[in-house]
DNA sequence: CTCGCGAATATGTCTATACATATTGAACCG
DNA sequence: CGGTTCAATATGTATAGACATATTCGCGAG
């Protein structure tokens, strides 16, 4: 049984989402509404202010609600766990680590000083391949002051990303895209001509403020996608 | 004055983030904030409804409400109008329309036939340049079934995607986000050797089911970032 | 000791009502 | 004709109560 306030709500979007309502369209009241439904305000309410806090709709005061318009920024991408994108194409996953260490933070890199904040760093280097061939290259920095634990962890056995999602629950990420040209010793453990056009993903996260780990991962251009939707699915 | 459900909100989602409620933290129930509270059931439900939809808390009957696992994927990418994007850096935006013309969809690209529908295309290209240097490439197709207005429309006037945007509001779009090599033709209207890493973001928007344009824009790879973030930012 | 059943609990939905608040449009007055 | 006031309107917030439903816990029977 699907609760009344959400078949509204979902009547609503399919006519907004469908073009019948166009954008600047106004929608009936909540009194209208009401009446429509032959159900009380408050349920009507709470299915309007839903969809307003959704975006699909603009309310005002008075005046009554309308379709807003799409803004064209804001979508929303799906970052996905290289691990569970690759099996879900059915092709075999596999991590090899390449280089792990522990080290203190480079005094010249700010960056990496903010990160350590008063303890060591474990620095990792490591392949994800697909099917047998390479997939991406990830470079990570984990803060030992904010995980302990990661010195003793054994990221031959768990790539580092599943380890932190286990182990570290974060509460603020920040993801920057970019392209890059291959330098010469990615471009040869990516089997890439050295140049090759590489899509750059570099990832911070955070644990109640405090930095947590910071990782880049680098993708054949051609192999992967980044997908970003907004649109009728939900 | 702030409405108390929202307070409510805004105190327990800052709980969470500041990670004093770890995951999988059991939240009071809501008989308990409501005499915390001084308040309604109903008032502490709106609160908690509303972390619950916003994925901070997971509730279960009987059970109680927990704070969730944040998941990795899924966060919010600005992909900003390009225009707007360089005017906020301070710079001075100018777009080149390169080419124009009106024809028929190549019937080998199953793509550009279902974009063009009945119709015809407008197909353009057009650089955009940002204080006197040239920041993105755009290749565009608009739909003349879907937008008619298009054939008589001055491109050189105003850029395509702020004309389109004036014109038609879309309902869906999907962006792709990939790397690729600059080929001749590209590298040289870019300013950048042949074969360099560009960021290459595809988008293609719909109205009510339509397909209205695609567009392919290609960004100098170290120009040009694309920041997605997810925290304590609303 | 285990299985099944019923009671307790926490959330989920909905109603009817009340008052608050922003905004608009129209009536009124200078 | 222009500005001000005021009432109508639509949303915003909140209450108290009711019943529904899923899930867990504990008790008692086998």
């Not at 318009?69 to 596999?94: C, F, K, M, N």
């Not at 260490?101 to 490591?126: H, I, M, T």
Request: glycine fraction near 8%.
């Amino acid at each position: 049984m699907i609760p009344l306030h959400q078949r509204i709500r979902d009547e609503i979007e399919g006519l907004i989402r469908s073009g019948a309502w166009a954008p600047g369209h106004r929608a009936p009241s909540e009194t209208e509404l009401m009446a429509q439904y032959g159900c009380s305000r408050m349920t009507v309410n709470k299915a309007m202010s839903a969809l307003a806090e959704a975006g699909l709709i603009v309310r005002r005061r008075r005046a009554g609600s309308f379709v807003a318009r799409p803004r064209v920024h804001s979508t929303v991408l799906d970052i996905p766990d290289i691990q569970a994108e690759i099996t879900a194409r059915g092709e075999t996953y596999g991590f090899v680590l390449l280089a792990a260490e522990r080290r203190p933070a480079d005094p010249d890199d700010g960056d990496e000083v903010e990160l350590a904040g008063e303890g060591d760093l474990v620095a990792l280097r490591g392949l994800h391949v697909a099917g047998g061939r390479p997939f991406a290259l990830e470079d990570r920095l984990i803060s030992l002051a904010a995980v302990p634990e990661a010195a003793a962890a054994d990221f031959a056995a768990e790539p580092p990303g599943a380890w932190l999602l286990h182990h570290v629950p974060w509460t603020e990420a920040e993801s920057r895209i970019s392209a890059i040209g291959a330098e010469p010793a990615v471009a040869e453990l990516l089997a890439l001509d050295v140049g090759a056009a590489l899509l750059a993903v570099e990832r911070r996260t955070w644990r109640a403020g405090e930095p947590v780990t910071r990782v880049r991962q680098l993708f054949p251009g051609e192999a992967y996608d980044l997908i970003a939707r907004f649109g009728p699915a939900r």
